[in-house]
Each structure stands twice: as C-alpha cells, then as structure tokens.
C-alpha cells in the first residue's frame, strides 16, 4: 500500500509480551501490544505528527517512545490511551536535516542525519558535532557506562566520538561503500561493521581512557594562542583620501572574512563631489582583501586510524540490525533479497579474539627466539674475535719473547767473553806484579756486574709481567693494530648482518600478527555461527529480536515472524 511501508520498528527491553512499536513510510507510528497482534496488523495505538517516514524509534518504556524522521524532527511521544491525539506528542525538536538514525544514552539523544553532523540533545541543550562527509546512517555505544559513542556514514567510515571532548577521536576506514548498521559484542572489546560493500567488518576497539589527557593537553608548553599580524605599507597606487572612509579588515577567505565587492560601497550620484572619494574606498578595500592573513591557529593533531581485523563477506546487503539487547549473545540482520541472517556473536567473537590471541603469542614467541638467537650469536662473534687477537697478540709476544732471549743470550756471551778476556789480561799483569790485593779487588768488580745484569734481567721480566705489549716493536704493534682492526670489522659486519636478518624475520613473522580473520561469501551459510531464513523477496527494512532466537521482520508493509535459531538452517 502506498505509504505505508514499514522504515522502523522497536520494543521494550525485559517487558513480556513485548510490546512493537512500527514507523510507517507516511510518518504515522503504530503501538501492538505483541509481535503476534503485530502479525495480525491490529494496531492498539496510532500517534500522528511526522510528515515524512519515521525512520528510527527508541522505547525506553512501554508509556513512551523517540521518534525522528525524513522531515527533520525529532519527537517525545506519550502512549497513554487517555490523552487526546494532538497531546500524545510531548515535544518537538527541530534539527533541521533528514533524520537517519537514534540513540538514547546517559539521558542524552544522538541523532544524525543527512548532513554528516552528529546532534546530541538533552533537556534544552543541543550540539552538533560535524564530521561525516555523507549522510550518517547509523549510531551505536561502545558500552552502557562509555562515554563514547560510535557512527556509521554513507562516506564509508566509521568514527568513534568522545562525548565529553565533542569530537572524534578514531576513524576506521575500510569499507568500500555505504556504511549501514553497527554492533559492538565481546563486552565492548569488538565492534562489527554492516556495509553495503557485502561485507560484515570486524574491528577491535582499544582502551580510549589513556588518551583523552593527551587530547586535552595542549600543544604549547606556556597554553597560549600565538597570532602574527603582518601590515602593508601604502603604496602611491593606493592613496589614501583625506576624507574619513570606511576600513576593512586584513583577511579574506583564509581568515574568515567575506571579500567585500564594489556593490558593497556607498551609493553616489555621477558627477558627485564624492565620486573621488568612492574611488579611494574601493582601491583601499580591494588593498585590503589582497593581503592575506597571517593568523596561524594551532594545527589539529592527525586523525588516528583504525584497520579492521577481520572480513566476513555475506550474500546479501544488509539493512537492519537487531538484538534483544547489547549484551545479547545472538543479533538480526534483515537483507535485500527477503533473508533474515541469524548470527551467535558471542561465538563470532570468540572465534575472532582466539585468532588474535593464537597469532599474537605465535608472533611474541618467535620474536622472543629471534632476539635470544641474536644475543646468542652476538655474545658467540664477539667471543670469536677476542679470541682471534688474543692468539694474535701471543703468537707475536711468543716470537718477541724467543728474539729477546736470543738477544740477550749473545749479548751475554760477548760480555762473559769480554770479562774472560779482562781476567786474562789482568791475570797476566798479576803474575808480573804480584798483587793479591789487586787480585780480590778484581774478583769483586766481577761479581758486581753480574749482580748487576741479573738485576737489569729481574726489571725487565717485571716490565713484561706489567705490559706484555712492551717486548713488541713497532713493526709486530703495527701488524696487531691492523689484524685487531680486521678482526672487529668483520665482527661489526657479521653482527649488523645478523640485525637485518633478525629485522627480516620479525617483518615476516609481524604479518601473521596483522593477519584479518576472513571468511569467503560461498562460505558464509556453512559458518558455525550463522543461520537464516528466508521470508520473501522484498527487502527486509525493519527488524526486532524477541527472547528465544525468534524476530519479527517487517517486508513492505507487512510484519512476519521469523525464527532463527542457532543449528537451524531453512532451506
């Protein structure tokens, strides 16, 4: 029926029967009393205001519920039956652009519409934080007590808001087309991503809390705003009048400031004796408008960026997502092609996280060997190359030894023989002279200078005990300090060849860490976790989940049940 096309659908979480709230294409808002009188089309309440589709509704209770539509509204509804029709409608807030999505969270709406931005309105309050480039499809909390809130586009992305600071703080990209639905599972750890690419993304959420001081804080050390005026000197071409004139401010474009055209000036009359002066007032505001400022505001930080850590293609494009509630270990997902797609995300996350966690110790573990093989083989070459010179340095004292002592036992005998050659001449002048006394003076100097040389042998042993060194001469130091040199630069070398491989390695290993948990389209109904059926051709816009693994779907303008319970395959 035209105009009545179901855009919406919503319930009340732990209420038994759960009661349906159903949004129509015409903007009227339906209330059943349970999915079975939702089946059977039997309103129990009709509230009227929206002029254009309803396209997202929040219950908190059965007496009240959120709507937002296409015509830029949002409304507070009241369903007691007693109030006249005009005064269900508790208020009004007007946006100002088509309305997509909404969430209620910590007593704040968030809505988001056609134009990118993200509204938050409480009581009278109301901000709009800017950031998609397309229209924002879809809201989502990262948990209950967060105070970050999570938004799908038409842009592709994704961003991660922090409410406190009004702004984003993540961007996840990876999706090629529109952006729309999101869920977060494993206790807020994992979030998942419905496109119109066919794909379900998987990305992990980090700890946020650690950086909103570095947010806060700012970029200069004295938490000052820095601005550089620059002027221009008059030039002859543009001369100032005598009269008084209007001045414009230094700017343009870059700072802010509109151009003022010639249409802008004081009207004159031709002829006029003000026509000089008119002349002078645009020369000065065309001066002006020339001059670019030199107001530098303080650069924002570089966006930081998200990378999904998993890809599961579906068969279909999906439209809506459900659950009974965000803790709920099963969720919904409504189709083009009439297929409502049942999905345990309590065992998708499980399944994901264990591929995480066995690749993360799997890449911790080997870099951990490749770093105790490393340190290993560094200690083993070092140890090598000391010993290279070591052996070195003793092959070189042992032939500087062995030369010494030859050295020193030729000297040794040209002085023995000189002393003998001494005795027999003084032998000889003694047996001429007679002089005993003479004889044992030169006995005495004998034994004096061997005293002598054996003390000049005791210091030079200690010498050598003190610098081993001391024995080489210039030609083996040279030799030793070129082969110690070889030795270490083939040590460097080894060592540095060993870093790059190491390097290498951890590149290799580092890609089973980055490795996405994938999953083919062919695949996808054969997945532990998934199960489906398939409820008709039309596309399926508006979905509820009910206790028990069962859903009310809504096709055209009719609403079916629709059971989807894990193990169950409808063929």
Not at 347 to 353: D, G, I, P, T
Not at 384 to 401: D, G, M, P, S, T
Request: with cysteine.
């Amino acid at each position: 029926m035209a105009g009545r096309t179901i855009t919406s659908m919503c319930t009340v979480e732990d209420e038994s029967p759960a009661p349906l709230f159903v949004g129509r294409e015409d903007g009227s808002i339906e209330l059943y009393g349970s999915a079975d009188a939702a089946c059977f089309g039997k309103p129990s309440l009709i509230l009227y205001g929206h002029t254009k589709a309803v396209t997202a509704m929040f219950a908190p209770s059965t007496d009240e519920v959120f709507s937002c539509s296409m015509d830029g509204t949002l409304r507070h509804w009241s369903t007691e039956k007693e109030l006249e029709e005009m005064k269900h409608c508790l208020n009004v807030s007007r946006v100002g652009t088509p309305l997509r999505c909404l969430m209620m969270h910590e007593g704040a709406l968030y809505t988001g519409g056609n134009d990118g931005c993200l509204y938050a309105i409480e009581g009278s309050r109301r901000s709009s934080w800017p950031g998609h480039k397309d229209v924002l499809s879809c809201i989502t909390v990262v948990a209950e007590d967060s105070q970050y809130v999570i938004t799908g586009s038409y842009d592709n992305q994704i961003r991660v808001w922090d409410t406190r600071l009004a702004k984003t703080i993540r961007l996840l990209v990876g999706h090629q087309n529109h952006v729309k639905c999101l869920r977060v599972i494993g206790a807020g750890e994992l979030l998942l991503s419905f496109g119109r690419d066919l794909t379900i993304k998987i990305w992990r959420l980090p700890e946020f809390g650690d950086e909103d001081e570095e947010d806060v804080a700012p970029s200069s050390p004295d938490n000052t705003r820095q601005a550089t005026v620059s002027f221009r000197e008059p030039t002859d071409t543009t001369p100032l009048p005598d009269h008084p004139a209007a001045t414009a401010t230094d700017g343009g474009e870059e700072s802010g400031e509109v151009p003022v055209k010639e249409s802008s000036s004081p009207e004159v009359n031709p002829g006029s004796a003000d026509e000089s002066v008119n002349k002078h007032y645009r020369a000065a505001v065309q001066g002006a408008a020339a001059v670019k400022s030199a107001i530098k505001t303080r650069p924002q930080p570089p966006m930081r960026q998200l990378r999904c850590v998993g890809t599961i293609e579906i068969p279909e494009a999906p439209h809506v997502v459900a659950a009974t509630s965000n803790e709920a270990s099963y969720c919904h997902i409504g189709t083009s092609d009439g297929y409502v797609v049942g999905v345990n995300v309590r065992a998708l996350s499980q399944s994901v996280l264990q591929f995480l966690s066995r690749n993360a110790a799997e890449v911790r573990a080997d870099k951990r060997g490749t770093r105790l093989t490393l340190r290993l083989s560094i200690r083993s070459i070092k140890k090598r190359c000391r010993n290279a010179i070591q052996k070195k340095q003793l092959e070189l004292l042992r032939a500087a030894k062995h030369a010494r002592a030859k050295k020193k036992a030729e000297e040794r005998e040209e002085r023995a023989a000189a002393r003998a050659a001494e005795r027999e001449a003084r032998a000889a002048k003694r047996a001429e002279e007679e002089d005993d006394d003479d004889e044992e003076e030169e006995d005495e100097e004998q034994d004096m200078e061997e005293e002598e040389e054996e003390e000049s042998d005791g210091d030079e042993e200690q010498e050598e005990e003190e610098d081993p060194l001391a024995l080489l001469d210039d030609a083996q130091r040279e030799e030793l300090a070129v082969f110690r040199k070889q030795q270490e630069k083939e040590r460097d070398e080894e060592i540095e060849s060993l870093r790059k491989a190491a390097e290498e390695r951890n590149k290799v290993v580092g890609k089973i860490g980055s490795a996405t948990y994938d999953t083919t389209r062919d695949r996808f109904f054969f997945l532990s976790f998934t199960s489906y059926k398939k409820i008709g051709s039309d596309a399926v816009l508006g979905l509820v989940a009910l206790p028990g693994g069962t859903c009310c779907a809504a096709q055209s303008d009719r609403i079916k049940s629709a059971d989807t319970t894990p193990g169950i395959t409808y063929l």
